[in-house]
T-cell receptor, first 116, second 116 residues
Framework: KAGVTQTPRYLIKTRGQQVTLSCSPI?????VSWYQQTPGQGLQFLFE???????NKGNFPGRFSGRQFSNSRSEMNVSTLELGDSALYLC???????????????FGPGTRLTVL | AQKVTQAQTEISVVEKEDVTLDCVYE???????LFWYKQPPSGELVFLIR??????QNEISGRYSWNFQKSTSSFNFTITASQVVDSAVYFC?????????????FGGGTRVLVKP
């Protein structure tokens, strides 16, 4: 089975711009979660989508948004980029048919975003 | 709120030595799940092991073993006979059964350097 794929792998943007990151989950997985990793804050949960609905959300400003398509692929959007948004953005998928955190999440290689 | 603490920021060992990584967690949930992930320099988080809170049996899988002690809220991970390829950052993570969907709370990570 192919793993989680993320595109692009690297991205350079300037302050004020917006960016869209894409994630394709493992075939058959319906849950997609997004995480931000920075040296200062570590790994932080952004949000999770399941069957095209946001099921859980972390403590991030509204500039961070996402969506999921009927084929389970997900996109994450960050508007009005700030320098502090520079990070590795990781996507994870799980087969999760129910809530409750019991499913193992499998991660993609990440998108490294640099904001200048 | 849940919290995961990895007190060791970096561990350096010589090949073939054993390495034990400490993880302490906090949660109010009675049912939860604990994970260890490995992040090599490539950036992708690789799933290693998972433990349910209601199963305290400790196990060994190849060179990996773990010690889950509910009484002290600890979930320690040991690599036996370390190899250079084990050099990576290791993350302990927690998800709660009462949470909506899947949300992992990560510790700050422990960087392991295995020298030849």
């Amino acid at each position: 089975k192919a793993g989680v794929t993320q595109t692009p792998r690297y991205l350079i943007k300037t302050r004020g711009q917006q960016v869209t990151l894409s994630c394709s989950p493992i075939s058959g997985h319906r849950s997609v979660s997004w995480y931000q990793q920075t040296p200062g804050q570590g790994l932080q949960f952004l949000f999770e989508y399941f069957s095209e609905t946001q099921r859980n959300k972390g403590n991030f400003p509204g500039r961070f948004s996402g969506r999921q398509f009927s084929n389970s692929r997900s996109e994450m959007n960050v508007s009005t980029l700030e320098l502090g948004d520079s990070a590795l953005y990781l996507c994870a998928s799980s087969s999760s048919r129910t809530s409750g955190g019991r499913d193992t999440q499998y991660f993609g290689p990440g998108t490294r975003l640099t904001v200048l | 709120a849940q919290k995961v603490t990895q007190a060791q920021t970096e561990i350096s060992v010589v090949e073939k030595e054993d390495v034990t990584l400490d993880c302490v967690y906090e949660t109010r949930d009675t049912t939860y799940y604990l994970f260890w992930y490995k992040q090599p320099p490539s950036g992708e988080l690789v799933f290693l092991i998972r433990r349910n809170s209601f199963d305290e049996q400790n196990e060994i899988s190849g060179r990996y073993s773990w010690n889950f002690q509910k009484s002290t809220s600890s979930f320690n991970f040991t690599i036996t006979a370390s190899q250079v390829v084990d050099s990576a950052v290791y993350f302990c993570a927690l998800s709660e059964a009462k949470a909506a969907g899947n949300k992992l709370t990560f510790g700050g990570g422990t960087r392991v350097l295995v020298k030849p």
